[in-house]
């Protein structure tokens, strides 16, 4: 007979139930544990929202000053993203780049992000998502991170919310911040973690989780945590790939070095953590084999990286420096790397002197030998092909020169893989701040706490340079671009979006990507040989309105040049060419458009051409 079958039994029918006073106070006891862990957590999205509050005031008029052009790409990427919920979606988008479209599992599309706000990307529009997803990749990462220290790692709350919270707003994620929201939405990544080390648990006889198996593995919670691994990868594969992929490799080198100093345990492990591993891996391929095939075989897809790793290699002087957009940051430090996106490896000197005295301090545990190991590793990756010192190419080789031209590692850029020193850095200081914690010696609580507070402050994040920007034509935000071309159709935007001026993709952003554009901000295989490249290379009417918009000049035209033109919107199968109110150098534009096609025709703040 159980205990509750007991109770019931003893229990007097005539009793009166508990009072309400006693079942809320009830709540209130199992709820005040949890009120530190809710506390942190509104601290980080609390923080997140101060690091971007420059895009709140006004989402749709105003943008992230550091990087406006792929912010612009973004809001397109979710406006597309959203038309899943119009039923009108493909791994193939025909709504830029008309006729060839664009291949959106080789552009970083985060289509499951977008997926999942479509309802605010329909309802407010896509700067809106834009703003929202910005601040919760960012708080958001580092509650993930948290609960990870916490729940999986087992270590103390001050010790998590400083791990997690460098996990979500340490200067690489911060600069990443300006507008790639597929390299910070890291939510997934501690699940992922979490998945992982539950595998290995579950298929270790001795863990404690086995308790009354009789030295027995748990299948079942093997074949569970291989399933929470491998819808956690898939979904990963939807929003950033770089990152699944930094993860993988270095929890590959990790489990290396874990498994080189714990031998006896590596081999009570080893069958079923293989065998839950192995489950995830295939139920992955089962799940992912068509959108990969589409991304590296289907149409308008790409066969390499589109950037050079010799460019995108971290300076080796910026490791000690710390980065412009931190407190103690110096905006002449950005000349250490590529662009205010990528101050990835820009730690400074209090940070990297205290995590390598924790780790030396640690180092005969072996997860903090794994993070270590794995972070000099990928710091060692980050540095190229060649090694840059202080702004100087040197001739002397990096380790990453050995991973150039292999498939899929040629689309990583080196610089990122010093991200992936952020969660060790996180975890090494999470551990020794937990270790620090449990000491007898008074001082010495103190003292690790004390010194990593010193090493973060430099680093702590400043807000995220916001500015206005123009706003949209009456003609789009009003919708009367339906006036001038079908729902579906082309229309031909003065001057056409560049990957360096994707202004127009704006357009299409604010209806919803309901209308095509040709040209455009996105990666195609237009490059020598079919290689990777970024935008089209122009039609010669587009090129001709380039010229008109940057000169100032009217282009020579003829005969020669109208039929090229009627040629072009043919091939672009475009229904009308728009030219806006306030465009720069507009009345140069104007004229040359009513010399290649005619008369225009005034709709709202904007002249258009019917072509089709």
């Known amino acids: 007979m159980t205990s509750t079958a007991r109770a019931a039994q003893q229990a007097d029918p005539d009793d009166p139930p508990p009072a309400p ?11 005040r544990p949890l009120v530190p862990d809710l506390a942190i957590c509104l601290g980080f999205l609390l923080l997140a ?18 990087n406006p052009e792929d912010q612009t790409l973004y809001e397109w990427f979710l406006a597309v993203d959203a038309r899943v919920l119009h039923g009108d979606f493909s791994l193939l988008t025909d709504r830029l780049n008309a006729p060839d479209g664009v291949n959106l599992m080789a552009n970083t599309t985060v289509i499951a992000l977008g997926t999942l706000f479509s309802p605010v990307t329909l309802l407010f529009g896509a700067p809106v998502t834009f703003a929202v997803l910005a601040t919760l990749t960012l708080g958001l990462t580092a509650v993930a991170f948290y609960l990870l ?6 270590t103390h709350r001050l010790a998590a919310a400083i791990g997690g919270g460098f996990c979500g707003f340490a200067p690489g994620i911060i600069s990443q911040n300006n507008s790639h929201l597929h390299m910070t ?33 748990n299948w079942r919670r093997i074949v569970v945590f291989s399933v929470v691994l491998a819808l956690t990868v898939a979904i990963q594969v939807f929003i950033g ?6 993860t993988a490799l270095t929890l590959v080198i990790m489990t290396l070095v874990y498994a080189g100093a714990r031998p006896d345990f590596s081999r009570r492990v080893l069958g079923g953590a293989a065998a839950g591993l192995g489950l995830a891996v295939a139920l992955s391929v089962v799940v992912l084999a068509y959108p990969l095939w589409f991304q590296f075989k289907g149409p308008q897809s790409v066969p ?36 205010p996106a990528e101050y990835n490896t820009f730690l400074g000197w ?40 202080n702004g100087t190419r040197t001739d002397i080789w990096g380790p990453y020169k050995l991973l150039l031209g292999l498939p899929v590692v040629d689309g990583a850029l080196p610089m990122r893989f010093a991200l992936a020193l952020i969660p060790l850095i996180a975890t090494v200081l999470a551990v020794a701040v937990d270790a620090a914690l449990k000491v007898d010696w008074q001082p010495g609580r103190l003292l690790v706490p004390v010194l990593v507070a010193i090493a973060l402050l430099p680093v702590f994040p400043k807000p995220l340079p916001a500015v206005d920007r123009a706003p949209l034509p009456e003609f789009i935000s009003g919708g009367h671009w339906r006036e001038c071309v079908s729902p579906g159709g082309v229309m031909v935007p003065v001057p056409l979006a560049t990957p360096k001026e994707p202004w127009a993709m704006r357009w299409s952003a604010a209806a919803d990507a309901d209308f095509a554009i040709p040209e455009g901000f996105f990666i195609a295989p237009y490059g020598a040989d079919g290689k990777a490249s970024m935008g089209t290379f122009k039609q010669p009417t587009s090129q001709l309105i380039a010229q008109a918009a940057t000169e100032g000049v009217v282009p020579g035209i003829g005969d020669f040049q109208r039929a090229q033109a009627r040629q072009d919107f043919a091939f672009w199968k475009a229904q009308c060419v728009v030219l806006a109110d306030g465009t720069v150098n507009e009345a140069t534009l104007r004229t040359t458009l009513e010399q290649l096609i005619g008369p225009g025709k005034r709709i709202a703040d904007v002249t258009t051409w019917k072509v089709g």
């Open 21 to 31: 006073g006693r079942v809320g106070r009830r709540s209130v006891d199992r709820l």
């Open 49 to 66: 929202a101060w690091v971007m509050h420059g895009l709140w005031p006004s989402p749709n008029g105003r943008v992230l000053g550091l």
């Open 149 to 154: 220290f916490r729940r999986v790692l087992k």
């Open 185 to 217: 939405a890291l939510w997934l990544v501690p699940v992922l973690i979490w998945a992982v080390i539950g595998i290995v648990r579950a298929a270790d006889p001795a863990d404690p989780v086995n308790e009354g198996r009789g030295g027995r593995r």
């Open 241 to 246: 790939e770089e990152v699944l992929f930094l």
């Open 304 to 339: 390499n990286g589109v950037f050079s790793p010799h460019f995108f290699s971290a300076d080796l002087a910026s490791f000690k420096t710390i980065s412009p957009l931190s407190l103690f940051g110096r905006d002449e430090n950005a000349r250490l790397s590529t662009g």
């Open 350 to 389: 209090p940070l990297i002197l205290v995590a390598i005295g924790c780790a030396a301090w640690l180092i005969r545990r072996p997860l903090v030998l794994a993070c270590t190991i794995a972070a000099v590793v990928m710091a060692a990756l980050s540095l190229g092909p060649e090694l840059v010192v």
